[in-house]
């Protein structure tokens, strides 16, 4: 069974955790460092170098040089420009990598691929309120568990032979094989009858607004509460 995927958990909290995200900012901080003390711009900068050890880490998560210090990553581009402030230059490498880790999940055999793939999807890894993803995430175990793609409805539990009830979750429903669409936005017993997002990223994640985060969440605790019990949610916190 698939559960929290490793490339979801890296776009989270891998701009501040990720090995490879770390070594590139720190790369980018010593040739900004570097260029600000004279280092001149070498084409093609030789290998073991500052500017050459950067130039290939940008090579490795899929970007390219646009000209001198400037960088860019994804058919969706994020500009890294040593020629803006520092900060914002390594907020766009995160981005670059936040980048390569979604095509690295969209590569992946993860059957939620199909309905996120596309640009609209695409644009929302770089315009997800990460922040706000990770203090819910933090505070609300089943939150974490959503946004991480831990989320598995009765009918891909049923798929995979678990020994749990394929039925729908909420009381007075009684569609079998419930599908995740069909408990977390379709079914009309739901406790809560959101309106389903247009974006599929915030409809499967609840990457798009606090809101649906919540609400998912909140759908995960009933999975929860169906299969193991009322004191699961105790033992959550």
Known sequence: MHA?????RAIIW???????????????????KSRARGLRWVDPAPRGSLLGTLQA???????SCLRPWSWSSGPVQ???NLGDALGLAVHRLRECFRLFMW???????RHEVAEVSGEVSQRLVLSADWNSIRDLSF??????????????????????????????IWPG???????????????????NLLIQPQNALDARFGWGSI???????????????????????????
């Open 14 to 32: 891998g701009g501040a955790l990720h090995p490879l995200c770390l070594i590139g900012v720190r790369l980018l901080t010593m040739v900004s």
């Open 103 to 109: 095509k690295g999940f969209l590569g992946s055999k």
């Open 4 to 8: 929290a995927n490793r490339f979801l």
């Open 139 to 168: 505070a609300c175990p089943a939150a974490r568990g959503v946004a991480c793609g831990a989320l598995l409805s009765p009918a891909c539990m049923d798929r995979g032979g678990a020994p749990f009830s394929s039925s729908c």
């Open 57 to 63: 880490w940008f090579k490795l998560v899929g970007g």
């Open 173 to 191: 429903c009684s569609v079998s094989c419930a599908s995740f669409s069909h408990i977390a936005w379709n079914c009309p017993h739901r406790s």
């Open 78 to 80: 994020t500009v890294v």
């Open 211 to 237: 809101q649906s985060l919540k609400w998912l969440a909140e759908v995960q605790k009933q999975i929860w509460v169906t299969r193991h019990g009322d004191a699961i949610l105790r033992s959550s916190h």
